[in-house]
């Protein structure tokens, strides 16, 4: 059986928690940056947060900014995202990626997993 990458994700009311994980393994060799990314059906990928591999430099998209907060282990081998007060418009499915440098382009990241689904109801 397989691991999934991403898991965490769920059905959660307006306001509720979610903290969502994924298994990096040895996939940020050479790569400095680590980040989240959403896909919400019919709209395109969108950057969320992302994180140095030093852990010192984090961004977020404006609007998870103060809701959602990205961090890893201190082996670097699980990255996670902790999002509180979630809204319905945070639905998606969330995938994770590196790259070589941060970004807030969601293109600039390799993802690798099927994503784990969010649904946040009103």
């Known amino acids: 059986q397989v691991q999934p990458v991403e898991s965490g994700g769920g059905l959660v009311q307006t306001g509720d928690s979610l903290n969502l994980s994924c298994v990096l393994g040895?996939?940020?060799?050479?790569?400095?940056?680590m980040g989240w990314s959403r896909q919400a059906p019919g709209k395109e990928r969108e950057f969320v947060a992302g994180?140095?591999?030093?852990?010192?430099?984090?961004t977020y998209d404006d609007s998870v900014e103060g809701r959602f907060t990205i961090s890893t282990d201190n082996a670097k081998t699980t990255l996670y995202l902790q999002m509180n007060s979630l809204k319905p418009e945070d639905t998606a499915v969330y995938h994770c990626?590196?790259?070589?440098?941060?970004?807030?382009?969601?293109?600039?990241?390799?993802?690798w997993g099927q994503g784990t689904q969010v649904t946040v109801s009103a």
């Open positions: 990626g590196v790259a070589g440098r941060l970004s807030a382009d969601p293109r600039m990241y390799d993802y």
């Open positions: 040895d996939r940020t060799r050479n790569r400095n940056a």
């Open positions: 994180i140095t591999w030093t852990g010192g430099t984090t």
